[in-house]
């Protein structure tokens, strides 16, 4: 399976289970995501995008919905797919409906008809249908509102689908709730409460129980309006106990809400009071403006009819300021009033006040004098403990710095010490060879023990030199040599020094090369390291096959060397261990090609290094594609 189809399948099943279990599917889509952008697979990334913002919607997490469905809105407009601009498009008007944006959730919503009209579907056009006159609604626009959900129902009942045309009803009740028409409001909801208390084994049974407590709480309303609140809290204790049942957070919120104003209507204030607080809370995590200024100017009137009128304009500030923007005279002049009775209220508690104000204040000073006293106690433990600590970091820090500076200068020696010798071995086998080769006798036989012997010593120099390579890279002790060079030539003298690999293998290698300029100002010798050691695998895991190089400009600012092989691959499960040092892909593969698999671990290091990085695609058993990313300039102090 390629990464592309692991990408599709993932985001498929994140897709299918993301009303069921949102937290996995969130899970799941991140994680797709990161991979689709790895791979630069635009399609794959604005699904992960649009999964993830509405995991986060559902989850009350607007503001991150909004990023990542704006981010995913942008792709699919890019890419031009109709389709999914649609999706998106209604997952925005819904986003943008909960935080109360009502102009911007509009023109989502309107563009979705657009789509739906241009993709000739005559369903998603009911959907956006069905949205839009619920915005219609909320703006007061009454005709607009009817025309459009009786659009969506008529579409909904010709396409045959029963639970959509069922809960365009349950809009249409709403609808008439909004404009005054409780009797017409109580007949559809009722209708399709009918429907939704009935199981479907065609639908989910936590979507059923979802649009019940929709329908519920609707009935609760409705009730409330007519004035018989326990009928009104029947119905909002069952919605509650459905909407607790889905963990749906914005019906909760709603609910919690409506329950509290019931219980205003009959004066229990404190159970009033209790459930506008938790609806609060639930709107403060959900982001609902709307939520959060209908329940502070229900708290204002609880607090009013609790004679407290300081609180009571208080939570009535903060219902203006949510809406500041449609002030009335109406609100101004209840504004004033409150103050006005928090004023009269105040003078006349203060003579009561005065009395005991002394004795209180001398409370509060005992009380104050002994929580300086035990604070200053707990501060000087503290700051014993502080020291101490900071003893033990300090000495922790030295033990760290001796041991990395003993590290270094052990490795430092030993490659010393065993490269004095080798290169020796090396280059006393090479006269070796040479002499034999010149010799009249037969040698071949002793030819071939010296090759052998030149060819451990050079793969164990390799060791050592790597070895050496990645101390530096771990204490950050590399040095750049930044230079103005030819890539092109580059890339030519790393060819020349893996030829006789690539010769070896019997693979033929081709190279592409479209660039419009070939300088480049970097390190050439650690940008020759990283060319020479993708290669070398190339060589190494490619046996009569292609490799072919592909050096092209990309963005303006970097060169992209891409090396594609057609050898063995890299199973999906290694792909993310691949860079690290002593990696090697298993066992089996490891006794069958040599190396030590520190070469791409040493070239990713130097790559981030320059400023640059390598990607890598493959499939196994079908070959590899690693795409060195070089910037064309980089800064001396990078």
């Known amino acids: 399976m390629s990464s592309k189809e692991y990408i599709d399948q993932q985001n498929k099943l994140a897709d299918q289970i993301c009303g069921s279990q949102t937290e996995k599917a969130l899970e799941i889509s991140l994680a797709t995501e990161i991979l689709a952008k790895k791979i630069y697979y635009k399609t794959g990334e604005a699904f992960s995008l649009k999964i993830t913002a509405f995991c986060q919607h559902l989850t009350g997490d607007n503001s991150s919905a909004l990023v990542n469905a704006k981010r995913s809105f942008e792709i699919y407009q890019e890419l031009n797919i109709a389709l999914e601009m649609y999706e998106v498009a209604k997952l925005l008007g819904r986003i943008y409906w909960q935080v109360g944006d009502y102009p911007k959730a509009l023109q989502c919503t309107i563009n979705t008809v657009d789509y739906a009209l241009q993709l000739d579907d005559s369903d998603r056009e009911a959907k956006a249908r069905n949205n839009l006159s619920i915005l219609y609604a909320d703006q007061g626009l009454s005709d607009k509102s009817l025309e459009e959900i009786q659009k969506a129902i008529s579409l909904y009942r010709n396409n045959g689908n029963v639970f959509e045309e069922n809960r365009s009803i349950h809009n249409l009740a709403t609808i008439h709730f909004d404009f005054g028409d ?47 609140e326990e009928q009104a809290l029947t119905y909002l204790n069952l919605a509650l106990a459905s909407s607790v049942k889905t963990k749906s957070l914005n019906i909760q919120q709603a609910i919690l809400a409506d329950i509290g104003r019931v219980y205003l209507k009959q004066k229990e204030l404190q159970k009033a009071k209790g459930y506008l607080d938790q609806s609060v809370e639930l709107s403060n995590l959900i982001g ?8 502070y100017n229900a708290l204002s009137e609880i607090y009013e009819q609790m004679g407290d009128y300081q609180s009571a304009l208080h939570y009535q500030k903060f219902f203006f300021k949510e809406y500041e923007s449609v002030f009335g005279e109406e609100q101004d002049e209840k504004l004033q009033q409150l103050e006005v009775k928090f004023r009269v209220d105040s003078v006349q508690r203060e003579a009561e006040l005065l009395t005991d104000k002394n004795e209180a204040l001398q409370d509060l000073a005992n009380e104050l004098d002994n929580e300086v006293n035990r604070k ?19 000495i922790a820090l030295n033990k760290e710095k001796e041991v990395n500076r003993l590290k270094s200068n052990i490795i430092n ?15 006393y086998s090479e006269l070796l060879s040479d002499d034999l080769a010149e010799s009249e006798d037969d040698t071949s036989f002793y030819i ?8 451990a010593g050079r793969h164990l120099l390799g060791l050592i030199n790597d070895a050496l390579d990645l101390s530096k890279l771990e204490d950050d002790n590399v040095e750049l040599e930044i230079t103005t060079f030819d890539i092109s030539a580059t890339v030519g003298h790393a060819i020349e020094s893996i030829n006789q690999e690539m010769m070896s293998s019997h693979n033929q290698l081709s190279v592409k090369n479209s660039l419009p300029s070939s300088e480049v100002t970097s390190d050439e010798a650690k940008v020759k390291q990283i060319i020479t050691n993708l290669l070398s695998n190339a060589a190494k895991f490619t046996q009569n096959g292609f490799v072919e190089i592909n050096i092209a400009e990309r963005d303006d600012e970097f060169v992209l060397i891409q090396i594609k092989d057609t050898g063995i691959g890299i199973p999906t499960e290694n792909l993310e261990h691949i860079f690290e040092p002593f990696f090697q892909v298993e066992s089996s593969l490891s006794r069958n090609y040599e190396g ?6 040493i070239g990713t290091n130097f790559a981030r290094l320059i400023g640059g990085q390598i990607l890598v695609q493959s499939d196994l058993g079908t070959g590899s594609t690693f795409s060195f990313m070089l910037p064309k300039i980089i800064i001396k102090d990078h």
Do not use: M, W
Not at 187 to 198: C, D, S, T, V, W
Not at 448 to 455: A, C, L, M, P, S
């Open 182 to 228: 409780l009797e017409k409001a109580s007949e559809n909801a009722l209708i399709a409460l009918e429907f939704f208390n009935k199981p479907n084994s065609e639908i989910e049974e936590s979507e059923l129980e979802t649009e019940k407590a929709n329908v519920l709480s609707e009935l609760g309303r409705i009730y409330a309006k007519k004035q018989q």
């Open 288 to 295: 609902s403006k709307k939520g959060l200024s209908e329940c």
């Open 376 to 394: 200053t106690a707990e501060l000087r433990i503290a700051l014993k403990n502080e020291k101490s600590l900071k003893r033990s970091l300090a």
């Open 413 to 427: 020696t030993i490659s010393h010490e065993f490269r004095t010798p080798l290169n020796a071995i090396i280059g």
């Open 448 to 455: 071939e023990d010296v090759n052998k012997i030149q060819k």
């Open 596 to 601: 030590n698999g520190n070469g791409l671990a």
